[in-house]
């Protein structure tokens, strides 16, 4: 037997353990080969399965090499590694080692009082196998977790930078936050569930209880247009795409439902509860296009607003 570099007892202490990565094949068997057992940790095995001296050594050194590949491995705060058996290896009791990879010692020993080699065990190549596609899969998930993240931070960027490049608007506009179709300040929409059906899209964007917000009623398109009517002007554009589907086509993704007619860009929250953006400004040469109230009433409607001229 070997001395320790520690006192005994030291594997049954209550210290908090942070999961660690099993090692490599070569630097495991390379460990379990020449590790020094110490008393305790021999004693403790020899005790608990009644095997030789001899016999514990050996089969301590096969475990070891085991479950430093393929087991669950944690270190406390002290630098002690713990390597416990695979859940492969079945048992609610798990086979337990404590080591100090630094020093190359097996400090520690717990596990039920069934021997680990009474049972058929899954190979270590088919577990080794396991592992690695397991890793595979959780690389993968990570790298598109990346490139989603990534994306998402582009698609940020370049917002803000059109924001940044878009000149200041030259006309009237309106303070920032939501208003009621009739013009009034509205609180900003509580959230609800996002809708994902068109027809019940075009049914509930044109209810009384959706607001606009200033950054749809400020656009561009509506330059023209007095404040006052501006929220007018809105409802007609947005009952016109949402109405007649030959108008207006619907994205409907995560974060917005987009609305697209008639040289026109609207934005909606995915509950429909408001109108986010229409047309936003976009650098570049060119005047953009601008509501005309012609475009956006019924024939009969523009008859009846007429009447009172003739």
């Not at 990879?101 to 190979?123: A, C, K, M, Q």
């Not at 009952?239 to 909606?268: C, E, H, Q």
Request: aromatic share 6%; proline share 8%; with cysteine.
């Amino acid at each position: 037997m070997h001395d320790s570099p520690t006192a005994p007892g030291t594997g049954h202490t209550t210290e908090r353990w942070h999961r660690i990565e099993a090692l490599p094949q070569q630097e495991a068997e390379e460990l379990a080969r020449t590790a020094q057992i110490t008393r305790h940790a021999l004693r403790e095995y020899m005790v608990t399965h009644i095997v030789s001296e001899a016999t514990a050594d050996a089969e301590v050194r096969q475990l070891v090499e085991r479950f430093l590949q393929v087991g669950r491995l944690s270190r406390s705060a002290t630098g002690t590694v713990r390597a416990r058996s695979p859940r492969a290896d079945g048992g609610e009791h798990p086979y337990s080692f404590l080591l100090d990879l630094e020093t190359g010692h097996v400090i520690g020993y717990n596990g039920p009082g069934t021997s680990w080699f009474d049972d058929v065990r899954v190979p270590l190549d088919d577990l080794r196998r396991r592992l690695a596609d397991r890793r595979h899969r959780e690389q993968e998930q990570q790298q598109r977790r990346a490139a989603h993240e990534q994306r998402m931070r582009m698609q940020q960027e370049a917002a803000a930078a059109r924001r940044a490049a878009a000149p200041e608007p030259t006309w009237p506009v309106l303070p920032a936050g939501y208003y009621t179709r009739e013009g009034d300040p509205a609180p900003a929409p509580a959230h609800r569930r996002p809708i994902t059906d068109e027809a019940r899209i075009r049914q509930v964007g044109r209810l009384p209880h959706v607001v606009f917000h200033s950054d749809a009623l400020n656009s561009p398109f509506f330059r023209e247009v007095p404040v006052e009517r501006r929220c007018e002007a809105l409802q007609r554009v947005l009952n016109l795409l949402l109405r007649a589907p030959s108008k207006g086509t619907l994205a409907i993704g995560a974060d917005a439902i987009t609305v697209t007619g008639k040289k026109v860009t609207m934005t909606l929250t995915p509950d429909c509860a408001a109108v986010r953006t229409l047309n936003p400004p976009r650098p570049g040469p060119g005047q953009p296009s601008q509501y005309r109230a012609k475009n956006w009433t019924k024939g009969r409607e523009r008859s009846r607003e007429q009447e009172p001229e003739q």
